[in-house]
């Protein structure tokens, strides 16, 4: 094997584990705050349950009883796919990082292994994804067409208050 083979196979699966791990920190940074921890959606579940989101948005009864019921359903959801075992998780992991040790330390590189690595990570988050829309989907539903209108402002208001406070942070801490 020549000297340049070896370098390309080398940067190459430098680049593999460098998509990999940025892959994770991309998907756990779109859902995330930097500080306060929680998710859009979970400031968006706060929002909609709290005493001015139902006063901005003029909730009915039955309205703020199918929202609790939805939220509580997608809480219910996501900690059944997050698990609640912390050293199977840990565990899991663990597993996953031996993988790609594993797959850096053979003398030719396996792209399907490579692949399944990739795939493997990328399902969770697609479950993830797709719990969120569904609950989106449930609350757009819920809503009257005033309402849904109403929303979407204090939504447009919230990202834009959120994307502020982000590049100040990002100020402070660069």
Same mark, same amino acid.
């Given at each position: ?8 196979? =080398?940067? =190459? &699966?430098?680049? =593999? ?17 930097? %500080?306060? @921890? !929680?998710?859009? *959606? !979970?400031?968006?579940?706060?929002? =909609?349950?709290?005493?001015? @989101?139902?006063? %901005?948005?003029?909730?009915? *009864? ?7 019921? &939805?939220?509580? *359903?997608?809480?219910?959801?996501? %900690?059944?796919?997050?698990?609640? #075992? /912390?050293?199977?998780? /840990?565990?899991?992991?663990?597993? !996953? ?27 969770? @988050? ?9 609950t989106q989907h ?10 849904? *209108?109403?929303?979407?402002?204090? %939504?447009?208001?919230?990202? $834009?208050?959120? #994307?502020? $406070?982000?590049?100040? #942070? ?5």
């Amino acid at each position: 094997m020549t000297i340049s083979s070896k370098v390309s196979k =080398l940067v =190459l &699966i430098c680049g =593999l584990a460098t998509a990999t791990l940025g892959t994770g920190a991309v998907m756990a940074k779109e859902g995330m705050q930097h %500080k306060q @921890g !929680h998710s859009v *959606e !979970h400031k968006q579940a706060r929002f =909609l349950l709290s005493e001015r @989101g139902v006063k %901005k948005l003029d909730l009915t *009864e039955q309205q703020q009883t199918q929202l609790k019921s &939805i939220f509580a *359903e997608q809480k219910a959801q996501f %900690k059944a796919l997050r698990g609640t #075992d /912390k050293e199977a998780m /840990k565990q899991a992991r663990a597993a !996953h990082k031996a993988q790609m040790q594993a797959l850096l330390d053979m003398p030719t590189f396996d792209e399907a292994a490579a692949k399944e690595l990739l795939a493997q990570r990328q399902t969770k @988050g697609e479950q993830f994804g797709l719990i969120n829309l569904k609950t989106q989907h449930q609350v757009w539903q819920v809503l009257n067409a005033e309402q849904r *209108e109403k929303y979407q402002e204090i %939504k447009k208001h919230m990202r $834009k208050k959120g #994307d502020k $406070k982000r590049s100040r #942070d990002e100020q402070t801490a660069g």
